[in-house]
């Protein structure tokens, strides 16, 4: 098996020692090591969800908890219990935080149109997809949309 991109398989188990240096070696290039199980599977989590929204060119087709257990081969109830008790939000919030974010992108680059992004994002609706996005940065679409021709129009003007 090839392990993941970060991902370190060792051929022996490291003392406490080793296990602390190599730790902190970690640590000063801007690394973490994780060797909690729990901590392993929500990166694990994490890192699905943001390439499924971010760098993925289609959603699954499934619903997300099928796609998230078929990829990880866990529960989705077990991991999303994992998930939440440790960071505090559910996988469902984790991801629409992150579609929102995805969407933001694609207002600014300003090629779709709304019910175009909604269609690409998997929401039943613009009007769906615009109550969500409100809710979640306090702003419409079509404002946040604005902001960013205001921020180039009077940065033209300096």
Same mark, same amino acid.
């Given at each position: ?30 690394? +973490? #090591? $994780? ?5 392993? &599977?929500? *990166? ?60 933001? +992108? #694609? $207002? ?5 149109? &709304?019910? *175009? ?42």
């Amino acid at each position: 098996m090839i392990p993941d991109l970060g991902v370190v398989e060792l051929t022996k188990d490291l003392t406490k020692e080793q296990k602390n240096a190599f730790r902190t070696g970690l640590a000063a290039s801007g690394l +973490e #090591l $994780l060797d909690n199980k729990k901590s392993i &599977l929500i *990166e694990r989590i994490k890192n699905s969800i943001i390439d499924m929204i971010h760098y993925s060119d289609e959603l699954p087709k499934t619903n997300y908890s099928e796609y998230l257990s078929e990829k990880l081969g866990y529960d989705y109830t077990y991991m999303a219990n994992v998930f939440s008790e440790v960071k505090g939000i559910t996988i469902q919030q984790f991801i629409i935080n992150h579609k929102i974010e995805r969407v933001k +992108e #694609l $207002l600014l680059y300003d090629e779709l149109t &709304l019910s *175009e992004i909604a269609f690409k994002m998997h929401y039943s609706s613009a009007a769906h997809l615009s109550g969500q996005f409100k809710k979640n940065t306090g702003l419409s679409p079509s404002f946040y949309k604005q902001m960013k021709f205001r921020r180039t129009t009077n940065l033209e003007d300096v």
